[in-house]
């Protein structure tokens, strides 16, 4: 990964600033550069190499890659620059310290500007003109007065037609040596970042098309202030041309701006009664609003961008890690349906093992009405292929799947069904992906959604990795946010993910052993391949006969694959096979076979680890190798265990303020969880309403997957919004003339939203605005919360 052209020393200087900031030793940073730079993955590094990097885990190890890679952007930027400058024939020996010196990406492009080039400008067209000599001597010497001296450079030949002519020419050399001052901009910037404050406005005649962004029609809030959903709700409503945004600088006062004195101060101007310094304050003025605000705000819009996206990319990191690591059900057979109405119920029925065993289609909902008909075909599947789940998609008419689920799990208690409402998000994805053409080859589009259904909640892990990241859509706002970042991290949570689970080697899809370290998609498909021809593998080391399947390769992978009953105990463990000879020493010490030391807690608890350090391997591997063989291929994912949805409320006008329900959290946001309670519209519990203390993160609180029980505050169902908090002895709101329906939003006499004024969310005891609906599976959350 050493980036060409880098020095050593600066390499060097790469390696003790991420230390710097991790707060670890260089030499660890530098082993575990070594590491990824020869191939190695985070979650091989994480697991097999702690004596290399001295225990630095998979969370420092993803930030310290992440950071590798953005310092070795900023050498290479810098290499660049340097060439840039050089070549320019303007790199002093100072000027060089100061690129070199630079520690951002911001304050290289500061220190670069004025060497950028660029198309011809003003102050150069002035500069060719010979009128420098003015500029710098009206800066230098205020007291000469700038008519008289602006006389003498007066040149019809050259485009100075008169002494005003002159002036604006020096006034535009002045202007761009103002705004190019790499330590001044930089003062400013940091100082309008934290008195400056980010204004919208609904646009004239867009009040009722954009009604989605209502809280932002009138709004004001300090940027360091702006939480992340905010900030990417106005740029979507700036984008779909309903709002205007402004970036102010700070609360307008009279007389001059403070910052214009920061500039005048930086260069010597000041109002002394000198003739020129009327002429220079004027032409700070014009330098401050024409260039320099300028570009303060776009440096400060990207930087208000690159943070809202960030979070939101963490927020949808952390929400994907949850969901891919909820409880699986484990090997039972299931019975998938996807619901539907006009197009009936598709039915699948899997295997423990997953496989597909039979599928149908039902129509016991309009228009066709089959119900008895319905719960005859499904108890007969049930019966037939011994089922013990039923997986019913949480789309369209899934409250009505789940109630004839519920009709036939009463009418035939004697095949003990349980029913459990499943996440579809991306179910339609897979269903017309290549993949699943390949994988379910004879089987109808629509039917594939319901074998996904099933699986899924087998193994949400095994089934979701066939879909990308994105398509499940977990996340705030994913499509506004930067394609390569959103899905570097998704891409790196489903690694960490599979790899802290294990893979099954001879059960694994390809798509689920292409996330496992080392493992490229070919080489999945090759491992597939040979296991299709010769039958299950036997042991690890059989994986060295698939082809393309190298050394690295195998190091990598080794041990993170899983084989069961195969011919080494050890291949079912996540005990990589270089350390298989500690584990015979062990055994010897001990007494056993191999096969009677796994699982075998005391005699494994007798054991020192120390006894068993050598040059190779040291203490933390050995204590790892011991805990391991007490419960080998332990699964990290919780217990498996389900919601019951209360009887009678189905629909949003079954509910009413005061109720308390079972309901399972969707989704995670900055500002709260969406809550599913059975009623087709998930409910919101405002990151205010999570818990009595402040709640700074509802991840702390909540998480996907999650069964909670909360209160119903207040119901509005025209705008189909749904009001919940997890504090059950709040007071509900009480019931109005229309009961649980609310009150329509009241109207100006133009017959439009009032406007909210700067509704920041700061008011004490009020809800931060809703944030405008994004697109994917949040925005299915949004719109099921009533907030789109």
Request: with cysteine; hydrophobic share 40%.
């Amino acid at each position: 990964m050493t980036t060409p052209g880098s020095s050593a020393s600066s390499v060097r200087s790469i390696e003790s600033r991420i230390a710097d900031e991790l707060g670890v030793r260089e030499r660890q940073v530098k082993a575990a550069v070594e590491l990824l730079d020869g191939g190695s993955t985070v979650p091989f590094i994480a697991r097999y190499r702690k004596e290399a990097t001295e225990m630095l885990d998979d969370a420092q190890l993803r930030t310290l890659e992440e950071r590798l890679r953005y310092l070795r952007e900023l050498e290479e930027r810098r290499t660049a620059i340097l060439d840039s400058v050089r070549e320019q024939g303007k790199l002093t020996e100072e000027l060089e310290g100061r690129i070199r010196a630079a520690e951002t990406k911001a304050r290289l492009e500061d220190i670069y500007l004025p060497f950028k080039p660029k198309r011809r400008t003003k102050a150069q067209i002035a500069r060719e003109a010979g009128l420098e000599p003015l500029a710098d001597g009206l800066l230098a010497d205020a007291s000469v007065d700038p008519l008289a001296a602006a006389a003498a450079f007066v040149d019809a030949g050259k485009g100075v037609a008169d002494p005003q002519a002159a002036l604006d020419g020096a006034r535009s050399i002045l202007t761009e040596k103002f705004s190019e001052d790499a330590d001044l901009i930089g003062e400013l910037r940091e100082r309008m970042w934290g008195r400056g404050r980010l204004t919208a406005r609904v646009k004239d005649g867009k009040e009722e098309a954009g009604a989605k962004f209502a809280d932002y029609f009138d709004f004001a809030e300090p940027f360091p202030q702006l939480p992340s959903h905010r900030v990417l709700a106005m740029l979507r409503g700036e984008k779909e041309d309903v709002l205007d945004l402004v970036l102010e600088p700070e609360e307008a006062t009279e007389g001059p701006s403070s910052y214009e004195g920061i500039v005048a101060s930086r260069f010597g101007i000041a109002d002394r009664g000198r003739p020129a310094d009327k002429w220079l304050r004027d032409t700070v003025r014009w330098a401050w609003r024409t260039r320099i605000l300028v570009h303060l705000g776009i440096d400060l819009r990207l930087r208000l961008r690159t943070a809202a996206e960030d979070e939101a990319v963490d927020v949808f990191a952390a929400n994907l890690r949850d969901l891919l690591l909820a409880a699986p059900a484990g090997t039972r057979a299931t019975l998938g349906l996807d619901p539907g109405f006009r197009t009936g119920v598709k039915v699948a029925v899997v295997d423990a093992t997953g496989k597909v065993v039979a599928t149908d289609v039902i129509h016991p909902h309009v228009p066709a009405n089959r119900w008895d008909e319905a719960i005859a075909k499904l108890a007969r599947l049930a019966k037939e292929h011994a089922v013990d789940l039923i997986a019913i998609g949480n789309g369209t008419a899934s409250r009505e799947t789940d109630k004839l689920a519920g009709e036939l799990i009463s009418k035939h208690p004697e095949l003990k069904l349980t029913k459990v409402m499943v996440s579809e998000a991306g179910a339609s994805v897979y269903s017309a992906s290549a993949f699943a053409s390949q994988e379910l080859p004879d089987m109808d589009v629509s039917l594939r959604g319901a074998v996904s259904i099933a699986r899924r909640l087998q193994d949400p892990l095994a089934e979701l990795v066939k879909i990308d990241p994105k398509s499940i859509g977990v996340g705030q706002y994913q499509h506004d946010l930067s394609e390569v970042k959103l899905s570097r991290s998704l891409d790196a949570v489903v690694e960490d993910c599979v790899n802290g689970v294990g893979v099954d080697v001879n059960t694994a899809s390809a798509p689920l052993l292409a996330r496992v370290s080392g493992i490229t998609s070919g080489l999945a498909e090759n491992i597939v391949a040979h296991r299709d021809a010769n039958g299950p593998f036997a042991s690890r080391t059989a994986l060295k006969k698939v082809s393309r399947l190298g050394p690295k390769a195998y190091e990598q992978c080794a041990g993170f694959l899983r084989i069961r009953g195969g011919d080494d105990p050890l291949d079912a463990s996540s005990v990589h096979p270089e350390a298989y000879p500690v584990v015979r020493r062990m055994g010897k010490t001990a007494g056993q076979e191999v096969a009677g030391l796994v699982g075998n807690t005391s005699v494994l608890r007798s054991l020192r680890p120390d006894q068993f350090v050598d040059e190779t391997f040291g203490l933390p591997t050995v204590t790892d190798i011991l805990r391991e063989l007490e419960k080998p291929g332990r699964d990290p994912r919780p217990a498996f265990k389900t919601a019951t949805f209360k009887e009678g409320v189905e629909k949003i006008s079954d509910l009413s303020s005061g109720m308390v329900l079972e309901g399972v959290v969707t989704n995670v946001a900055a500002f709260g969880a969406f809550v599913d309670v059975g009623v087709h519209q998930d409910g919101l519990v405002h990151v205010s309403a999570m818990s009595r203390t402040f709640v700074k993160d509802p991840r702390d609180v909540v998480k996907p997957g999650d069964i909670v029980r909360v209160k119903v505050m207040d119901v509005d169902i025209p705008r189909k919004r749904i009001s919940l908090t997890l504090r059950l002895d709040d007071e509900a709101a009480p019931q109005g003339p229309q009961g649980a329906q609310g009150e329509q939003p009241k109207r100006d006499r133009g017959g439009k939203p009032p406007r909210q004024r700067k509704a920041a969310g700061g008011g004490k005891g009020r809800p931060a605005p809703a944030p405008a609906p994004s697109n994917g599976a949040m925005a299915d959350a949004l719109r099921r919360a009533g907030l789109a």
